[in-house]
């Protein structure tokens, strides 16, 4: 699953450099700059995909303090969401963004 995922954020990628969505002027001196100011540690981290199926950004709720851990203490990259409606993602997503110091890339289920 986790490559099937990597695949497509690569395709998309590449898609956005093709088309000049993505061109170096707008976005490639910000990308070089924030990649320069990782650790290796967070670099690393940006590798990895976290699963979070839940409605809950309760500071109490088990599910939500570990996504909240991997994205400080571990720095994921990328998050899959599932459950709850486009509302319910949108305001969990703002919470999560809000923690992670490199924007995160997100993939969305909602009502799974």
């Not at 990628?13 to 976005?27: E, K």
Request: charged content about 15%; aromatic content about 10%.
């Amino acid at each position: 699953m986790h490559a099937a995922m990597m695949i497509r954020s690569l395709a998309l990628f590449f898609c956005l450099c093709f088309t000049g969505a993505l061109s170096y002027s707008q976005g490639g001196r910000w990308v070089d700059s924030t990649l320069a100011s990782l650790s290796i540690e967070e670099r690393v981290g940006q590798l990895f995909v976290v699963e979070f199926v839940g409605l809950s950004t309760h500071e109490n709720d088990q599910a939500y303090r570990y996504v909240c851990e991997m994205i400080t203490r571990y720095h994921v990259g990328s998050l899959i969401l599932g459950g709850g409606t486009i509302l319910d993602i949108a305001s969990i997503t703002n919470k999560l963004q809000a923690l992670a110091r490199v924007p995160l890339e997100q993939f969305s289920c909602c009502g799974c």
